[in-house]
């Protein structure tokens, strides 16, 4: 059976939050679930059973489960998630990075019924590392390291308090800040000594958007890219460039997955 999946992007005012809130591929309305009540993903990755492989490969390489709750699709290593991928649960959805089938790495996560989204880095299935949670209208509720999935301090205060210094709104030197350059860059994440540093968003003056990791002012690690057409690529990244494996969602609802080396796909 053959999914077609299409990635709806939301994007909101770069005026008010310069970030662009993912929808869940093969859905224009991510709260088209509710539960009662939101509760922090905490538990293991549902263990793969051929049984439940509906299409692709479901062991080692790119597949879907389906499960009573939702689904998963994205690559597989051993039967488990592995790599880039997305879930969907009863009370929200996952569109991030998985190790060994625990969520691990860079990663979205969005409550239906609430419709926050938690972006930023996991370990082990919790919250760990750099990362901010937006609220339903995109409004910054938190930002800061996490651990065991609880924020450790809240470093976008001075954001969410709208402190203002010369292009920075937030703390552009320690903590969490928004900073806007004469040619129409922008960007909202983590400062350290005045440094883009670990984790953020970066908006481009062509409508681009990036949300991940950097490394010396250029993406690298982990992340997600938005173009102004639609597109959108969730996977690897060095130097600025897509590196490693990842999933590219066209706007016309095609999917290419696999392996890219300094820009070009592979295999």
Same mark, same amino acid.
């Given at each position: 059976?053959?999914?077609l +999946?299409? =990635?709806? @992007?939301?994007?909101?005012?770069?005026?008010?939050?310069?970030?662009?809130?993912?929808?869940?591929p093969g859905?224009?309305?991510?709260g088209?679930?509710?539960?009662?009540t939101?509760k922090v993903?905490?538990t293991k990755?549902?263990?793969?059973?051929?049984?439940?492989?509906?299409s692709?490969?479901c062991v080692n %390489?790119?597949g879907?489960?389906?499960? $009573?709750?939702g689904?998963?699709e994205?690559?597989?290593k051993?039967?488990?998630?592995?790599?880039?991928?997305y879930?969907t649960?009863?009370?929200? /959805?996952? =569109?991030?990075?998985?190790?060994?089938?625990?969520?691990?790495g860079f990663?979205n996560?969005?409550w239906n019924?609430?419709k926050? =989204?938690y972006?930023g880095?996991?370990?082990?299935?919790l919250? $760990?590392? /750099?990362?901010y949670i +937006?609220d %339903? #209208?995109?409004?910054?509720?938190?930002?800061g390291? /996490?651990?065991?999935?609880?924020i450790?301090?809240n470093?976008?205060?001075?954001y969410?308090?709208n402190? &203002?210094?010369t #292009?920075?709104?937030g703390?552009?030197?320690d *903590?969490? *800040?928004?900073?806007?350059?004469?040619? *129409?860059? &922008?960007?909202n994440?983590?400062?350290?000594?005045?440094?883009?540093? $670990?984790?953020?968003?970066?908006?481009?003056? $062509?409508g681009?958007v990036?949300?991940?990791?950097f490394?010396?002012?250029?993406?690298?690690?982990?992340g997600?890219? +938005?173009w102004?057409n %639609?597109?959108?690529? @969730?996977g690897?990244?060095?130097?600025? &460039?897509?590196?490693?494996k %990842?999933?590219y969602y066209? &706007?016309?609802?095609s999917?290419k997955?696999?392996t890219?080396?300094?820009?070009t796909? @592979?295999?």
């Amino acid at each position: 059976m053959k999914l077609l +999946l299409q =990635l709806s @992007i939301l994007l909101v005012s770069l005026s008010v939050m310069g970030q662009g809130k993912p929808q869940p591929p093969g859905s224009s309305n991510s709260g088209s679930q509710t539960v009662a009540t939101p509760k922090v993903p905490t538990t293991k990755t549902t263990t793969t059973t051929t049984s439940n492989c509906v299409s692709g490969d479901c062991v080692n %390489g790119y597949g879907k489960q389906q499960f $009573d709750s939702g689904y998963y699709e994205g690559f597989f290593k051993n039967g488990m998630p592995h790599g880039p991928g997305y879930e969907t649960y009863a009370n929200g /959805y996952y =569109l991030g990075f998985y190790n060994n089938g625990k969520r691990e790495g860079f990663g979205n996560f969005g409550w239906n019924d609430t419709k926050d =989204l938690y972006r930023g880095m996991w370990r082990d299935n919790l919250r $760990d590392g /750099y990362g901010y949670i +937006l609220d %339903g #209208n995109n409004h910054l509720k938190s930002a800061g390291v /996490y651990r065991n999935s609880k924020i450790t301090v809240n470093e976008g205060m001075d954001y969410i308090n709208n402190k &203002k210094s010369t #292009n920075c709104t937030g703390n552009c030197l320690d *903590g969490y *800040g928004a900073y806007s350059w004469s040619n *129409g860059d &922008k960007y909202n994440g983590f400062f350290r000594n005045g440094r883009r540093t $670990d984790f953020g968003t970066y908006s481009y003056p $062509d409508g681009g958007v990036y949300h991940g990791q950097f490394s010396n002012g250029s993406r690298h690690g982990q992340g997600s890219y +938005l173009w102004a057409n %639609g597109d959108f690529y @969730i996977g690897g990244w060095s130097n600025g &460039k897509r590196h490693g494996k %990842g999933i590219y969602y066209y &706007k016309n609802g095609s999917v290419k997955h696999g392996t890219w080396s300094e820009g070009t796909f @592979i295999q």
